[in-house]
């Protein structure tokens, strides 16, 4: 039975489980703006990839002591200051000396300053996955690109070969 909201009733009078999903038109919008998720929720998530033929069966080959950048990019645009961003990089590489990885917001390396947010040291002659996460919190609703980038403390490092390897960073924005 359909409850009437008139002065007699008032929106007072309105007890829990009166409104049902049945009582709604199938037609009815909530703007997004009214919808709060719970800390801790999936926003949005956004995937860049690359191929190892973008570089001739690399994405980056270098013996730079400074890091370089890989192309492996993906950009997002925040709802919120107060939301983070999980960035998830998949790729391979192969070293004959030590290697860094670090992952860059716009210009600024948000990892360590000289080890970047995973390190791996020796030689392997073998091409080896590498996967690594970080939070980070751009306080920031502008477009943020990320951007996964390399560098050598010994020897020369290739990223992302190995047959057609696909490289992939994932960015999760999460609801603070």
């Given at each position: 039975?359909?409850?009437?909201?008139?002065?007699?009733?008032?929106?007072?009078?309105i007890?829990?489980?009166?409104?049902?999903?049945?009582?709604?038109?199938?037609?009815?919008?909530?703007?997004?703006?009214?919808?709060?998720?719970?800390?801790?929720?999936?926003?949005?998530?956004?995937?860049?990839?690359?191929?190892?033929?973008?570089?001739?069966?690399?994405?980056?080959?270098?013996?730079?002591?400074?890091?370089?950048?890989?192309?492996?990019?993906?950009?997002?645009?925040?709802?919120?200051?107060?939301?983070?961003?999980?960035?998830?990089?998949?790729?391979?590489?192969?070293?004959?000396?030590?290697?860094?990885?670090?992952?860059?917001?716009?210009?600024?390396?948000?990892?360590?300053s000289?080890?970047?947010?995973?390190?791996?040291?020796?030689?392997?002659?073998?091409?080896?996955?590498?996967?690594?996460?970080?939070?980070?919190?751009?306080?920031?609703?502008?477009?943020?690109?990320?951007?996964?980038?390399?560098?050598?403390?010994?020897?020369?490092?290739?990223?992302?070969?190995d047959?057609?390897?696909?490289n992939?960073?994932?960015?999760?924005?999460?609801?603070?």
């Open positions: 039975m359909p409850t009437e909201i008139s002065g007699s009733t008032g929106v007072n009078k007890q829990d489980n009166t409104i049902v999903n049945a009582d709604i038109n199938s037609s009815a919008a909530i703007a997004g703006s009214k919808l709060v998720m719970p800390t801790g929720s999936v926003l949005q998530v956004v995937v860049g990839s690359n191929t190892n033929t973008a570089n001739g069966g690399f994405l980056l080959s270098t013996n730079s002591s400074s890091f370089q950048s890989v192309p492996l990019t993906a950009t997002i645009t925040p709802k919120t200051t107060a939301n983070k961003i999980l960035i998830s990089v998949n790729t391979s590489f192969y070293r004959a000396g030590s290697i860094n990885f670090t992952i860059y917001a716009g210009s600024t390396n948000i990892g360590h000289a080890n970047g947010i995973m390190r791996l040291t020796g030689a392997d002659n073998n091409w080896t996955d590498a996967s690594h996460q970080i939070l980070h919190s751009p306080n920031t609703t502008s477009a943020v690109t990320y951007q996964l980038y390399a560098r050598s403390e010994s020897g020369d490092v290739t990223v992302g070969g047959g057609s390897v696909q992939t960073i994932v960015l999760m924005e999460i609801a603070a």
